[in-house]
T-cell receptor
Framework: SQTIHQWPATLVQPVGSPLSLECTVE??????LYWYRQAAGRGLQLLFY??????ISSEVPQNLSASRPQDRQFILSSKKLLLSDSGFYLC?????????????FGDGTRLSIL | RKEVEQDPGPFNVPEGATVAFNCTYS??????FFWYRQDCRKEPKLLMS???SGNEDGRFTAQLNRASQYISLLIRDSKLSDSATYLC???????????FGTGTRLTIIP
C-alpha cells in the first residue's frame, strides 16, 4: 500500500532563516506531488505541484520554492523566511496517468516563524 | 464567484441526529467530486468520492446534482466522532489539481 511521509511535524524558525521541508512517498511510481499551506482557520492553498522529476508548477508568487530531485521526493524550501510564512504545510500525492484521482495527504508540518 | 462554496457553519447537531451539507461549484466542466474530513490540527482525509448516481458508505450518503451544480453529504445517526470540518473537493477532467472548499465545521453534541 502507498504511504506518504512528511517531516518535521513541528518547526519553529526565526525570521530570515532558511527552510527545508521534505516529503517522500512509498508504494507507487511517478506520483503527482503537491505542496499546500493552510493558515490558521483558513482553507487549503495550493503552492506547488509536480507531475514528474524536475517538473514544478508554481501556483502563487511567494518566497518559497519546490524541487523534485527524485521520483518520490518533494522538497519545499525558502532562503529567507517571512512572518507570513507561518502555517500548516501539507504534502499530498495522487496517482499519475489516471484522471480525476483523489489526493492523499501527509501528516503535515506546523511552521511557526518568530 | 468562488470555484467551490460551502457554508462554513458551525453546525451544532445533537448526537443521533441527521445532518446534511451542500456545496456548490462554479465550473460546469467539473468531473470528479470528493468529500474530505479534517480534524482539528490534522491533515485532510478522504471520506468518500461522489458518483453521478449517488453513493452510500455506511451512515454517509453523497449525491451529485449536475444541473444545479452542487454536491451534498448526508450523515445519519451522527456520532461524537463525526465532529470535524468537512471539505468539498472538485476536479476538472484531465486536471492534476483539485479545488478545495474552505470547509463546513460540524460539532456533534452529546
Amino acid at each position: 500500500s502507498q504511504t506518504i511521509h512528511q517531516w518535521p511535524a513541528t518547526l519553529v524558525q526565526p525570521v530570515g532563516s532558511p527552510l527545508s521541508l521534505e516529503c517522500t512517498v512509498e508504494g507507487t511510481s511517478n506520483p503527482n506531488l503537491y505542496w499546500y499551506r493552510q493558515a490558521a482557520g483558513r482553507g487549503l492553498q495550493l503552492l506547488f505541484y509536480s507531475v514528474g522529476i524536475g517538473q514544478i508548477s508554481s501556483e502563487v508568487p511567494q518566497n518559497l520554492s519546490a524541487s523534485r530531485p527524485q521520483d518520490r521526493q518533494f522538497i519545499l524550501s525558502s532562503k529567507k523566511l517571512l512572518l507570513s510564512d507561518s502555517g500548516f504545510y501539507l504534502c499530498a500525492w495522487s496517482g499519475a496517468g489516471v484522471s480525476n484521482q483523489p489526493q492523499h495527504f501527509g501528516d503535515g508540518t506546523r511552521l511557526s516563524i518568530l | 464567484r468562488k470555484e467551490v462554496e460551502q457554508d462554513p457553519g458551525p453546525f451544532n447537531v445533537p448526537e443521533g441526529a441527521t445532518v446534511a451539507f451542500n456545496c456548490t461549484y462554479s465550473n460546469s466542466a467539473s468531473q470528479s467530486f470528493f468529500w474530505y474530513r479534517q480534524d482539528c490540527r490534522k491533515e485532510p482525509k478522504l471520506l468518500m468520492s461522489v458518483y453521478s448516481s449517488g453513493n452510500e458508505d455506511g451512515r454517509f450518503t453523497a449525491q451529485l446534482n449536475r444541473a444545479s451544480q452542487y454536491i451534498s453529504l448526508l450523515i445519519r445517526d451522527s456520532k461524537l466522532s463525526d465532529s470535524a470540518t468537512y471539505l468539498c473537493v472538485v476536479n476538472l477532467l484531465g486536471n492534476e489539481k483539485l479545488t478545495f472548499g474552505t470547509g463546513t465545521r460540524l460539532t456533534i453534541i452529546p
